[in-house]
C-alpha cells in the first residue's frame, strides 16, 4: 500500500500555498508512521499488504517512488531554505518533485 507520495506532495502545496502549519504537522505524522510501520533493519522501507491491520505485513518490496517522490516532497515540506530558491510563481514541480522553470512569454 503506497498512497503516500501523493498525500505528500498535496500537504507540501497545501503548505506553501496556505503556510498553514497544520499540513506539515500532517505530513510529519505520515512520516512517523512509516517510521513506525514500515522501516526495516537492513534499510530502506517496506511497502505493505494493508495499512488496516497492526501488526502490519511487509510485503518486502521497497518501491522505487518512495525515495524518488516521496522524500523528496517530504524534503521540501520541511525544509525552509528551499520556500525563496524554489518559489510557485518561478518554478513548477513534476511529480517526481523536480523542480522546473516556468517560462514566460
Known amino acids: 500500500f503506497w498512497r503516500g507520495r ?3 506532495e498535496s500537504l507540501f502545496y497545501l503548505w506553501r500555498i496556505t503556510g498553514e502549519e497544520r499540513w506539515r504537522e500532517a505530513g510529519w505524522k505520515m512520516f512517523l ?4 510501520h514500515s ?3 537492513t534499510g530502506g522501507y517496506s511497502s505493505l499488504h494493508s495499512v488496516l491491520h497492526v501488526p502490519v ?6 518501491e522505487s517512488f518512495f525515495p524518488a517522490e516521496t522524500l523528496k516532497y517530504l524534503f521540501l515540506l520541511f525544509d525552509d531554505t528551499w520556500t525563496e530558491k ?5 518554478w513548477v514541480f513534476n511529480t517526481e518533485a ?8
Open 6 to 8: 501523493e498525500t505528500v
Open 33 to 36: 508512521a512509516w517510521e513506525k
Open 39 to 41: 522501516k526495516v533493519s
Open 57 to 62: 505485513s511487509w510485503r518486502d518490496k521497497m
Open 86 to 90: 524554489l518559489s510557485l510563481d518561478k
Open 98 to 105: 523536480h523542480p522546473l522553470p516556468v517560462w514566460t512569454a
